[in-house]
């Protein structure tokens, strides 16, 4: 089992960036496959990034890609999302998530994790 607590969030205006970060501690960080979720008000949780084991590869939601990007450390458990240009559209509670599916190597389904974080809210401010 694993726990996740995210940080970093908070309120920013357009334009501006924000690093999320999230810590993982109980079994080895490196075992899980890690994502990165979002959901607004009234919305859908939607995918947003995910990672590999060992970070060689990544995938990133058309909404945000060229502005997100996704990146771990094994060594401090922990992975991060840094998110750039942002949009009021990007303000959501974001969620890491941590997936121990044998055989899954990066994750766009929320359905492919087994261990989630409390949230960290994002809030820009047009």
């Known amino acids: 089992q694993v726990q996740l607590v995210e940080s970093g969030g908070g309120l920013v205006q357009a334009g501006g960036s924000l690093r999320l970060s999230c810590a993982a501690s109980?079994?080895?960080?490196?075992?899980?496959?890690m994502g990165w979720f979002r959901q607004a008000p009234g919305k859908e949780r939607e995918f947003v990034a995910t990672i590999s084991r060992n970070g060689g590869s990544t995938y990133i939601a058309d909404s945000v890609k060229g502005r997100f990007t996704i990146s771990r450390d094994n060594a401090k458990n922990t992975v991060y999302l840094q998110m750039n240009s942002l949009k009021p559209e990007d303000t959501a509670v974001h969620y890491c998530?941590?997936?121990?599916?044998?055989?899954?190597?990066?994750?766009?389904?929320?359905?492919?994790?087994?261990?989630w974080g409390q949230g960290t809210q994002v809030t820009v401010s047009s």
């Open positions: 998530a941590a997936s121990a599916k044998p055989g899954l190597v990066i994750g766009g389904v929320w359905t492919s994790y087994d261990y």
């Open positions: 109980g079994r080895t960080f490196s075992d899980y496959v």
